[in-house]
T-cell receptor, first 113, second 113 residues
Framework: DAGVIQSPRHEVTEMGQEVTLRCKPISGHNSLFWYRQTMMRGLELLIYFNNNVPIDDSGMPEDRFSAKMPNASFSTLKIQPSEPRDSAVYFC???????????FGDGTRLSIL | GQQVMQIPQYQHVQEGEDFTTYCNSSTTLSNIQWYKQRPGGHPVFLIQLVKSGEVKKQKRLTFQFGEAKKNSSLHITATQTTDVGTYFC?????????????FGKGTLLTVNP
């Protein structure tokens, strides 16, 4: 079975540019999570969806960040405009139910110059 | 808000030595999950503990959930180089309809062959 698929694996761009990260959850999983990982702050939950509906976006840093889940098999995390402090590894994870173990994708390593 | 603390932050051992990481929550947890992240990799689910005082084993790994369901530990017997990585505990926010998994900062284990 395919796991959680994220793209791109790496992204290097200049500040001010729009960045879009993509995620395909495991088929049949109802919950999808976006995390950001940095050395300083560890693994932070940004937002999560249940049955394609955003449930908690309190972790989204600011209005420059937005996330969508138009259908059960696709989600995007967008940063516009990007800033150097957004540099981090962004993980997408999915689970069969909201309180079940989460399966992580390989992550997107984002560098904003 | 709920906090999940892990100690130690780092642990370096000689191959064959034992290793233990501890997880403490500021609130009672309905369950606790453990994940392992290899360097450059993504978090991988190891186990979930639900019952007070529960102990589970996976080969050389022993997981324990405290009687008060506010702390947990992971013990590795006779470490091997393949055990290298960061071990995270994660606990859900208790109560309410808004489920949110809070990760500890993790314990980075390095093993000297």
């Amino acid at each position: 079975d395919a796991g959680v698929i994220q793209s791109p694996r790496h992204e290097v761009t200049e500040m001010g540019q729009e960045v879009t990260l993509r995620c395909k959850p495991i088929s049949g999983h109802n919950s999808l999570f976006w995390y950001r990982q940095t050395m300083m702050r560890g693994l932070e939950l940004l937002i999560y969806f249940n049955n394609n509906v955003p449930i908690d976006d309190s972790g989204m840093p600011e209005d420059r960040f937005s996330a969508k889940m138009p259908n059960a098999s696709f989600s995007t995390l967008k940063i516009q405009p990007s800033e150097p402090r957004d540099s981090a590894v962004y993980f997408c994870a999915s689970s069969s139910k909201i309180d079940q173990p989460q399966h992580f994708g390989d992550g997107t390593r984002l560098s904003i110059l | 808000g709920q906090q999940v603390m892990q100690i130690p932050q780092y642990q370096h051992v000689q191959e064959g030595e034992d290793f233990t990481t501890y997880c403490n929550s500021s609130t009672t947890l309905s369950n606790i999950q453990w994940y392992k992240q290899r360097p450059g990799g993504h978090p991988v689910f190891l186990i979930q503990l639900v019952k007070s005082g529960e102990v589970k084993k996976q080969k050389r790994l022993t997981f324990q959930f405290g009687e008060a369901k506010k702390n947990s530990s992971l013990h590795i017997t006779a470490t091997q180089t393949t055990d290298v990585g960061t071990y995270f505990c994660a606990g859900p926010r208790s109560g309410g309809s808004n489920y949110k998994l809070t990760f500890g900062k993790g314990t980075l284990l390095t093993v000297n062959p």
